[in-house]
Nanobody, 126 residues
Framework: QVQLAESGGGSVQAGGSLQLSCLVS??????????LGWFRQAPGRVREGVAT???????MYRDSVRGRFTVSRDDQKRTLYLHINDLKPEDTAKYFC??????????????????WGQGTQVTVSS
């Protein structure tokens, strides 16, 4: 079973940058996840998809973050990344990485994602 562990969150001022990481463990090289995604949940709001990346790699982004968020993966290091530029107070949320076993990969189909990390908190002050 795949385990995911996020890190890299913190408190930053608006306009700053952060890089989140997600360590992927528990899989072999032959069944390493094809699809990895980032999601976030702000206080009092539902969890939402942010970005996904396949092993091809092919990326998809939520419209509201495209241009500021960059998702990448280093499968040799078993790590998924999310680099966030020009942070805004509305980016304040707990950020989660997730994966599943299917060959499709779309952040907007959250029900596909079956394995989740515990999340890392990002707080942006104005």
């Amino acid at each position: 079973q795949v385990q995911l562990a996020e890190s890299g969150g913190g408190s930053v001022q608006a306009g700053g940058s952060l890089q989140l990481s997600c360590l992927v463990s528990g899989s072999t090289q032959t069944n390493y996840p094809y699809c990895l995604g980032w999601f976030r949940q702000a206080p009092g709001r539902v969890r939402e998809g942010v970005a996904t990346i396949t092993s091809d790699p092919r990326t998809m982004y939520r419209d509201s973050v495209r241009g500021r968020f960059t998702v990448s993966r280093d499968d040799q290091k078993r790590t998924l990344y999310l680099h966030i530029n020009d942070l805004k107070p509305e980016d304040t949320a707990k950020y989660f990485c997730a994966t599943h076993s299917w060959r499709r990969c779309n952040w907007s189909i959250m029900s596909d994602f079956t394995e989740w990390g515990q999340g890392t908190q990002v707080t942006v002050s104005s």
